[in-house]
């Protein structure tokens, strides 16, 4: 992973104690979301790669990509970003990876909460 997601994209509050304005303000998200530290997902990003790794790079739409896991706030910044799979690596497979690779740091709510 390199420098620039691990070391400067990070939550504004590292330990989650703060609710986002957004959500303390408004009725109808409060109840369900207090506990929410953000919004996952991942995306698929056209890559050049040696022909001898293109088979691993290549994904379903049957050209070579890299697939990166990107985590936002409630403000719509990102708090965390990993880069660097293969096209063809499941979604799932990139995201216990990074929950379970303590180096990967990735942004944890404090302990007994669920992620």
């Given amino acids: ?5 691990r ?3 990070v939550p504004k509050d590292l330990d989650f104690k703060e609710i986002p304005q ?3 303000s408004d009725t109808r998200y409060m109840p369900f979301f207090k ?5 996952i997902d991942g995306t698929h990003i056209t890559v050049i790669v040696p022909e001898e790794n293109q088979m691993r790079y290549r994904g379903r ?3 070579p990509t890299t697939n ?3 985590v936002c706030d409630f ?11 293969e096209g063809s690596a499941h979604d799932s497979r990139i995201f ?11 942004p944890n709510p404090p302990e007994g909460d669920i992620i």
């Fill in 7 to 9: 070391d400067v994209i």
């Fill in 68 to 70: 990166v896991l990107a």
């Fill in 1 to 5: 992973m390199d420098g620039l997601s």
């Fill in 22 to 24: 957004r959500l303390a």
């Fill in 96 to 106: 216990l990876d990074a929950i379970g690779d303590p180096k990967l740091k990735f």
């Fill in 35 to 39: 506990d929410c530290i953000g919004a």
């Fill in 75 to 85: 403000d719509l910044l990102f708090t965390y970003v990993l880069t660097g799979w």
């Fill in 61 to 63: 739409k049957g050209i």
